[in-house]
């Protein structure tokens, strides 16, 4: 059985410059969350994707989005790179919607902005 | 207020040492309750949850939940140098899979 994947491993990026981090799911699940974890602290909730929609999102500006493909893999697309935006980025993926509790996080992307 | 709130640490303890790990939440409406633990640049694994109150033991780790003072705690026993790592705890509804974390505290464990 295959663990959540995220490519890629690290990334640097100018202000201003647009990114698309990349997630595959643990198979067997159907549901995609990402979190953004700033250095020294626990990680936040952007928002989630079942059934290719956004299904629940945190308290992130318009800039932050995201898709989900029919194999339930899934993308982060940040605009406008602010520097607070450097953090380490999480997917995570579950096998049911509404499951808080069975979500399994990949190795997360470290996104850099300069 | 943050609705987790997390000692950040650090915490050193010898080998062998029973850990004790703490959060406090705010948030009524939490109903799992999940321990994740992170190495260094690396993403969080889960180590176990908790529905609503409670005492989950596996293996060397139990982890308990008060929901009337809103208390999560999670004791490592016999603790091992490998255990050294950021422990975070989290808190999730059952509506949909968001999850509010703690801030992370950072564990030592020394030979």
């Known amino acids: 059985e295959t663990g959540v994947t995220q490519s890629p491993t690290h990334l640097i990026k100018t202000r201003g410059q647009q990114v698309t981090l990349r997630c595959s799911s643990q198979?067997?699940?159907?549901?995609v969350s990402w979190y953004q974890q700033a250095l020294g602290q626990g990680p936040q909730f952007i928002f989630q994707y079942y059934r290719e929609e956004e299904n629940g999102r945190g308290n992130f500006p318009p800039r932050f989005s995201g898709l989900q493909f029919p194999n339930y893999s899934s993308e982060l697309n940040v605009n406008a790179l602010e520097l607070d935006d450097s953090a380490l980025y999480l997917c995570a993926s579950s096998p049911r919607q509404a499951s808080s509790y069975e979500q399994y996080f990949g190795p997360g992307t470290r996104l850099t902005v300069t | 207020q943050k609705e987790v709130e997390q000692d950040p640490g650090p915490l050193s303890v010898p080998e062998g040492a029973i850990v004790s790990l703490n959060c406090t939440y705010s948030?009524?409406?939490?109903?799992?309750f999940m321990w994740y633990r992170q190495y260094s640049r690396k993403g969080p694994e889960l180590l176990m949850y908790t529905y609503s109150s409670g005492n989950k033991e596996d293996g060397r780790f139990t982890a308990q939940v008060d929901k009337s003072s809103k208390y999560i705690s999670l004791f490592i026993r016999d603790s091992q140098p490998s255990d050294s790592a950021t422990y975070l705890c989290a808190a999730g509804g059952t509506s949909y899979g968001k999850l509010t974390f703690g801030q992370g505290t950072i564990l030592t464990v020394h030979p």
């Open positions: 948030n009524s409406a939490f109903q799992y």
């Open positions: 198979s067997g699940h159907n549901t």
